[in-house]
C-alpha cells in the first residue's frame, strides 16, 4: 500500500518552484490554509490528488504528511480535530523535528503525548499484572 507520505516531499518541492516568491514571504507557506496549487501541475509530477465531498455528519481523515485543501460551496459550520492513534506516534517525532528546523511551534507537545501513552501503558500492565494473580 502507498501511504501519502511517500509523496509529500514532492508535493513540497513542487510548490516550493512554483510558488517560489510567495516563500520568500512566508517560509511556512505549507502549513497555512491559503495557497493552492493546481491539481493538474502536481499530477503531472506524480503526486496523486483526491477529492471529497463532506455532508453533514461526515468525518474526513487525513493521514500524516497529506496535505490537504478545501473550501465552502455554501453556508456551512466547520470544526477541525486533532486526533492520532497511538502508532502514528512516529509519525509526530518527525513533525517536531521538521518544524524545529522551521522555528514553528507545534499545536500539542509530543513530548507530553510520549508521556501520557507511556503512563497509560504502565497503568494498564500493572492492572493486568495485579488482576492476574
Not at 512566508?26 to 491559503?34: C, M, N, Y
Not at 502536481?42 to 483526491?50: D, I, M
Not at 494498564?124 to 495485579?130: C, M, N, T
Request: net charge positive; with cysteine; glycine share 6%.
Amino acid at each position: 500500500m502507498e501511504y501519502p507520505e511517500s509523496h509529500a516531499n514532492v508535493l513540497e518541492d513542487t510548490m516550493r518552484k512554483h510558488l517560489s516568491y510567495l516563500f520568500k514571504e512566508q517560509t511556512d507557506l505549507l502549513h497555512q490554509l491559503i495557497t493552492q496549487l493546481s491539481p493538474k501541475i502536481l499530477k503531472s509530477k506524480g503526486v496523486p490528488v483526491y477529492r471529497a465531498s463532506q455532508c453533514c455528519g461526515e468525518f474526513i481523515v487525513t493521514f500524516p504528511r497529506a496535505y490537504h485543501a478545501g473550501f465552502s460551496c455554501g453556508f456551512n459550520c466547520v470544526e477541525v480535530v486533532n486526533v492520532a492513534p497511538v502508532d502514528w506516534l512516529e509519525h509526530g517525532q518527525g513533525v517536531v523535528e521538521v518544524y524545529s528546523k522551521q522555528r514553528r511551534k507545534t499545536s500539542i507537545s509530543h513530548d507530553k503525548l510520549l508521556l501520557a501513552a507511556a503512563r497509560e501503558g504502565i497503568r494498564a500492565l500493572w492492572e493486568v499484572s495485579f488482576f492476574n494473580k
